[in-house]
C-alpha cells in the first residue's frame, strides 16, 4: 500500500509540477511577448479617445459678411444601436427637452431605420439647463450623447435657402462612398444642398481629438489631451448679402426669382428665390408638420426657381430678336402698318393692340406683335434663334450649382428632332414673341439682359476672386445697338409700356423690356383672374444707369397676370442699390400691409399649419437626396406646361405684353 501511495504521489506531484510550469510560461508569455499588445489594451479601456467635429468654413458675401456661420450651442445625439428600449428613452429624452409630438414620431422613424452605428441628432441649440439635465441623468440614458458644439446659422434664414443649401448628418450611402470616420462622429454634419454641398472639401476643415481617462463604466475622471481642430476654409461669393435679403423680400406675396448682374465683372449680386425654406429648420432636421406645409404650397418653396424654373419669356426677348433682324439687314427706319395684327399667308395673327405705323423702337417700346411676326418670317426664325443662343439662352454656365435648367430655343431641326413634325408658319409667330416652344430660366433672361446692355459676352459669376479673364465683345454696330439700349430706355421712360418702374431718383434712369407669358390658351383663362395657376407669368428685364450700365437683371413672377407683377419689383430692387434708405421705406410700408417680412410669414404659416394639422401628416423622406429628386422631377415637368399650347398659335389677350 505504501509503496502505491508514493507511486500516485509521483504521479500528482509530476501533473501539479507540470501544470506549475506551463503556467509560470503562460505568465512569462503574456507578461514579456504580449507586454505591448495589453498595455495598450489596457490604456484603451482607461484612455478614450473621440473626433471633435471641425467647425465648418463660413460662407461670405462679396463685403464679407456672412451669409452662413456657426455659433455654439449644446447639442444631444443618440446611438441607435446602444439604445435598449428606443421608444421609451426617446420618449422620456422628448419629455425633458419639451419636443413636439411629431419630432418625437420622426425620430422613432429614423432610428428604427437606421443601421444602428451612425449616431442621430435629437436637437440642437438647446439652453444649458436642457443639456445639464440630460447629463445628469446619463448613467441610465445609454446610448444618449449630449454635449458641446458649434452648430450652423444662417443669419438671413430663407433670404439664402435655395442659394446656400443647408448641412446635415451624412446618411449610410454618404458613409460607404466616403469611409471618413468623421462622418459618422455625433454632431458632424455635411452639405446636403446648394453651396454647402458643392463646396463641402473646402468648408469642411479637419477634425480635432480628446483622450480622456475613464473609468470601467465609461464615466469620464479627468482630461488628459485635446487637440484642436482646424476650421474650414471661407467661401466669399460675389453676392451682395443686403441686396439678397432686399430682393427676396421685395417679392412678398408673389412666387418668383429676382437676379442681379455686375455690367462690369459678370459678378452675380442676388440670386433671390421665393417662397423659400428656412436653411435652419432642414439643418436642425425638418419635422413631418414644416416638410408637408411646404410639399404641399402651390408656390413650391422647395423649387429654386432662378436655376430651375422655366418659362416663356415673352416679349422680354423683342429687343434682341430687334438685334437679330438689324444683323439680316432690316434697318430701324423700316415699317409696318400694325391694324391689331398681321396677316401671313392665309391667316389673320392677332396683336394685343392696334398701333398703326410701327417702326423697330416702336416696336420695342410699345410692344408690337406684328411687327415680330413679319420680320421674323421675313429673316427666317434659325437668324433668330442663332442670335439668341449667342446672347445666352439655351444655354448652360460655368457655376458652382447642383444643376440647373438650361431651356429651349425652337428652330425647325429642333422640332422636327424632338417631335417628329415640320415648322410651321404659326411656330415662328409664337416664337417671334417668346412664347410656343420657348423657354429660358431668370438666369439666362438676366445674362441676355447683361450682355445687351454691355455689347460684351459676359459670363456669370458666383466665386469671388481668382483670374478673371475680360468678356469678348460682340462687335456689335455702335448705332444698331445704341438704338436697341433707347428703344429699352423708352419702354420705361417714354411711352412705353413700363412706364411705373420709372426709378423714383432724379440722377437714373432704368431701361427694360416688360414681358407676358401665358401659360393656358385664351378659352380656358383671360391671365389675369381665375385660378392662380392659370394666370399668365409677367416678366422684366432691365439694366441701369441707361447711359452707362452697371447692373442688369431679371425679375419673373409665376402666374402673377402679367408683367405689371414683375417691374414694380425690379423698380424697388434698383432703387435700394442707388439709394438704400429709400428703398427699405417702400419695402417697410409694403410689408406692413403683406403681415411682416418672409420670414416672419413663413414661421406664422407654420404657426398655422402646425395648429391645424398637428401630427397628422407623412414624415418627410428618410434621405435628404429624395426631397430634392422629387422637386426637380416635378419642376421639369412645370416646365412643359407651356408647350401644351404650342401647337397652335398663342393669340396674345389684349391689354398683355
Known sequence: MKHTFDRRAVVVGGLQYGVGILLA???????????????????????????????????????????????????????????????????????????????????????????????????????????????????????????RGFSRFYPTASSVGHLIGYVGPANAEEYEEDRNPILITPGHKIGKDGLEKQFEQDLRGVPGARRVEVTAGGRIVRDLETRDDIQGDPVRLTIDGPLQDYAARRIGLESGSVVVMDCLTGDLLCMASMPSFDPNSFSDGIGSVEYSMLREDRRVPLRNKVLKGLYPPGSTVKPMHCMAFLKA??????????????????RFFNCHSNHGVVDMDKAIAQSCDSYFYHFAQAVGFDQVATMAKDLGMGQEFPLPVTSQFYGTVPTPDWKFNKFGREWQPFDTVNASIGQGYYLASPLQLAVMSARLATGRRLNPRLILGGVQEDPLSYNFNSEEIGHIRQAMSNVVNGAGTARRARLPLPDVQIAGKTGTAQVVSLSVSNGRTGPWKYRDHGLFTFFAPTENPRYAGAVVIEHGGGSGSAYPIARDVMTFLFDPQKGLDALRSLEQQWGGTAQERLEKNYAAYAAERGATVAPPPRRDEEIFDRVEAEARVAAQQSEKIADEFVAPREGQY
Open 25 to 147: 510560461a503562460r505568465m512569462g508569455y503574456l507578461a514579456i511577448a504580449e507586454n505591448e499588445k495589453y498595455r495598450l489594451e489596457s490604456e484603451s479601456n482607461r484612455v478614450n479617445l473621440t473626433l471633435i467635429p471641425p467647425r465648418r468654413g463660413w460662407i461670405l458675401d462679396r463685403n464679407g459678411a456672412p451669409l452662413a456661420s456657426n455659433r455654439a450651442d449644446f447639442r444631444v445625439d443618440v446611438i441607435p444601436e446602444r439604445l435598449t428600449d428606443a421608444d421609451a428613452m426617446l420618449d422620456q429624452i422628448g419629455g425633458l427637452l419639451g419636443l413636439e409630438p411629431d419630432r418625437i414620431t420622426d425620430l422613432k422613424t429614423e432610428v428604427a431605420a437606421s443601421r444602428g452605428f451612425a449616431p442621430i441628432e435629437v436637437a440642437s441649440g438647446l439652453d444649458y439647463e436642457q443639456f445639464a439635465a440630460l447629463s445628469v441623468r446619463l448613467p441610465d440614458m445609454q446610448g444618449v450623447v449630449p454635449q
Open 329 to 346: 439687314g432690316v434697318k430701324p427706319t423700316d415699317t409696318i402698318v400694325c391694324g391689331g395684327g398681321r396677316r401671313i399667308g392665309n
